[in-house]
């Protein structure tokens, strides 16, 4: 089992950046696949980034493809989102999420989730 905890959220301007966070417990990090998603008020959780064990793959929702980068230290047992241009639209809580078989952008294949971090973009 792995806890994970976001941060970096908070307010920003449009066109602004921020860096996103997700320490990971545990001494397997490095197995498992890793996701960022994000849930804007009244809407779904949505797929924003994921990376696979090795950090070698990564894959991106088109609307931040060019804007954002999901990186991972397997050292640090972190995996982090790198945010820039950031939109009014980007507005949501983010949430970082382990997945215990493969990697990719299917939310139910995830297995564990942090409590998410909100992310504020003011125009």
């Known amino acids: 089992q792995v806890q994970l905890v976001e941060s970096g959220g908070g307010l920003v301007q449009a066109g602004g950046s921020l860096r996103l966070s997700c320490a990971a417990s545990?001494?397997?990090?490095?197995?498992?696949?890793m996701g960022w998603f994000r849930q804007a008020p009244g809407k779904e959780r949505e797929f924003v980034a994921a990376?696979?064990?090795?950090?070698?793959?990564?894959s991106y929702a088109e609307f931040v493809k060019g804007r954002f980068t999901i990186s991972r230290d397997n050292v640090k047992n972190t995996v982090y989102l790198q945010m820039n241009s950031l939109k009014t639209e980007d507005t949501a809580v983010y949430y970082c999420?382990?997945?215990?078989?493969?990697w990719g952008r299917g939310i139910i294949a995830y297995d564990y989730w942090g409590q998410g971090t909100q992310v504020t973009v003011s125009s």
């Open positions: 990376i696979s064990t090795s950090g070698g793959f990564t």
């Open positions: 999420a382990a997945r215990t078989s493969g």
């Open positions: 545990g001494r397997t990090f490095s197995r498992y696949g």
